[in-house]
């Protein structure tokens, strides 16, 4: 199938009969995922949206339940979102990010009702990347330019046109009724000649990391690597795989909501206990947990890192702190595994 | 698919100042129908998050047994919005609970053994569960001898008085209370728990050693009990982090590549030697 960019927005004007539609919109300097009222907003001439469209699964703050309590019992409200959605134009490093997250929702004693019934009615129809950024290294993941882990469909830009590839049941059924037009021979050659042309020139040696990071924990390394790192967070803000979480009330007296944000494990009072002990009292401590649960802990409990090379990490850190430098400078030291 | 979050309502029937320094309250809770306690089986060492409606909720550990049908106990120290609100709370207002959660001591392991229960201040309400656990008449007969060392700095810091008293008078249990200074009125033992625990000198034959308290009653406890002759596999310990979903998500309470509600809390002392010093 193809799609002709002079037709995208009334293509997405025909999904948004069905769907919920979430596209790249440029907003001020930059691009990020919102949901579209019109197809005219969306825009694929971008290189990676600021944000991860990871919120659109995983909100940035949501309710997840009323409450109101009396003197004979409390109503408890939830709010599940079962809403047909469409994520259009995402990347493939992010369709990548939703698998690990997977991992993490559906844990091997307890499902989160708000984030898996959202991925289940979910479309992802990814963008492949023509032109990867200086940035990304989604190859030294397993990842690639033109990856389809995750995704429904994949579009190819050949310039004047998108080619759909339909990748699963959920993507068959979303072009099912649209009647595009079938990609010719042309067409599909010129996709091809696309996937061959696009590189990623940057390569991360993850070789050998885990077994590094297995031992290091008490390694001297660790008291350099976060010097130059405010703990602001930006990293864990922008990161499509970060997922960490705070729970709080929003009430007056005993009627109200429990929400949930995102949070993260940057922040002091992240793990500080109401004793005043913090089990990751410093900058040190918090920058090594970043690290380690991304590639060590992330790798145990579910075979594979949870880091998807997109970047933004890089992108956006305001000391230019590159977790490509940080891996390279624990793979060339000798680790130490003594308390 | 349950969800996870969603907190059970339940009646505090009693609000009880625990501690003379008025710091640890116990609080009862009913639950609201038998349904409702049919949905909740739990073994002693798991937690729960108690939620107050409009200040939010925290993990506790669970104090009562579930050879105590009807009701759950929570002993709790008043630190922050939650526990504060728990203590100024009316009886007869409702609570939210969310749980059981975590895993529990492994009672299955236990049976034919020796146990030896260590604990220090108010670190007592899980060990508080297994011990009713254990001492309940249909349980007893599953377990060894049962030596419980239990150590405050002060008399009045004690959690529990009453049931103490009791369980001094059985034959079936050896309770050994302890205060950190000698006090008027008090014609127990006085000393620290790592030394008492010394001069007890409870055998580690065919004997677990289960032990909560604060992180130095632990560390100088630990050293006696391997002079004693516990190995790490059968040394038991219930570690407490920050926690806020408790189903092992939301990131915060783990250590290493554990999390502490899922995985824990409660760990063997040789799980504990492969993870990072994080608690």
């Known amino acids: 199938m193809i799609i002709n960019k002079n037709e995208l927005a009334g293509f997405l004007d025909r999904l948004r009969a069905g769907y919920q539609v979430y596209a790249p919109v440029k907003e001020k300097d930059y691009t990020v995922f919102k949901e579209i009222g019109s197809g005219e907003e969306a825009t694929l001439d971008y290189c990676n949206s600021k944000i991860p469209p990871k919120g659109i699964l995983f909100p940035q703050t949501e309710k997840l339940f009323s409450y109101s309590c009396g003197p004979d019992g409390a109503r408890v409200e939830e709010h599940i979102d079962d809403r047909k959605k469409v994520i259009f134009g995402l990347r493939p490093c992010d369709a990548k990010s939703l698998v690990l997250l997977d991992n993490v929702f559906n844990n091997d004693k307890y499902q989160d009702p708000y984030y898996l019934t959202r991925r289940e009615n979910t479309t992802l129809i990814g963008l492949g990347c023509n032109h990867p950024a200086q940035t990304c290294f989604c190859t030294s993941l397993g990842g690639g330019p033109f990856d389809t882990a995750g995704l429904d469909a994949l579009l190819v830009d050949t310039g004047d046109k998108y080619v759909v590839e339909v990748l699963s049941d959920k993507g068959k059924a979303l072009f099912s009724g649209l009647a595009l037009p079938a990609a010719g021979d042309a067409e599909r050659t010129a996709a091809a000649a696309v996937k061959e042309a696009a590189t990623v020139d940057c390569l991360v040696n993850l070789n050998g990391l885990k077994e590094k990071l297995d031992v290091n924990f008490y390694d001297p390394i660790w008291d350099g690597l976060h010097e130059k790192c405010l703990g602001c967070a930006a990293c864990t803000y922008t990161c499509p795989t970060c997922h960490c979480f705070d729970i709080v009330d929003d009430a007056v007296d005993a009627d109200g909501c429990r929400v949930r944000n995102w949070d993260a494990c940057m922040f002091p009072i992240f793990t500080l206990h109401g004793s005043g002990h913090n089990p990751r009292p410093t900058g040190k401590e918090r920058f090594r947990q970043r690290v380690m649960h991304k590639f060590k802990y992330f790798v145990d409990n579910f075979n594979a890192m949870a880091c998807v090379g997109c970047g933004r990490c890089i992108k956006n850190c305001p000391v230019n702190l590159d977790i490509r430098n940080v891996l390279a400078e624990i793979q060339g030291s000798e680790a130490r595994s003594d308390k | ?279």
């Open chain 2, 1 to 279: 698919m349950r969800n996870p979050y969603l907190p059970l309502p339940m009646k505090l029937v009693k609000n009880f100042t625990e501690t003379d320094d008025k710091l640890i309250h116990t609080f009862t809770l009913e639950f609201l129908s038998e349904a409702d306690e049919a949905s909740f089986k739990y073994t002693p060492g798991q937690f729960a998050e108690l939620c107050v409606f409009g200040k939010g909720e925290a993990p506790f550990g669970i104090a009562s047994s579930p050879t105590e049908p009807g009701h759950l106990k929570f002993s709790v120290a008043k630190v922050g919005v939650v526990s504060t609100a728990l203590h100024l709370m009316e009886e007869g207002t409702i609570v939210g609970v969310r749980g059981p959660l975590g895993n529990s001591f492994p009672i299955e392991d236990f049976k034919g053994k020796n146990l030896v229960i260590i604990g220090g201040g108010f670190a007592f309400t899980t060990l508080r569960a297994l011990t009713a656990y254990i001492l309940n008449p249909a349980n007893r007969g599953d377990f060894g001898k049962l030596t419980v060392i239990y150590g405050a700095r002060t008399p009045g810091l004690l959690l529990y008085k009453e049931e103490l008293a009791e369980w001094e008078k059985r034959d079936d249990i050896e309770l050994v209370c302890t205060i950190d200074r000698p006090a008027e009125g008090w014609n127990g033992r006085v000393g620290f728990v790592p030394a008492v625990t010394k001069e007890v000198a409870p055998s580690a034959d065919n004997a677990y050693a289960v032990i909560c308290g604060p992180p130095v009653m632990i560390k100088f406890t630990m050293p006696e009990l391997e002079a004693l002759g516990f190995p790490p596999e059968r040394i038991i310990m219930s570690l407490e982090n920050r926690m806020k979903c408790g189903i092992g998500m939301c990131g915060r309470c783990n250590v290493g590549n554990k999390y502490v509600c899922k995985d824990g809390p409660v760990f063997t002392r040789a799980e504990l030697n492969q993870l990072p010093n994080e608690y």
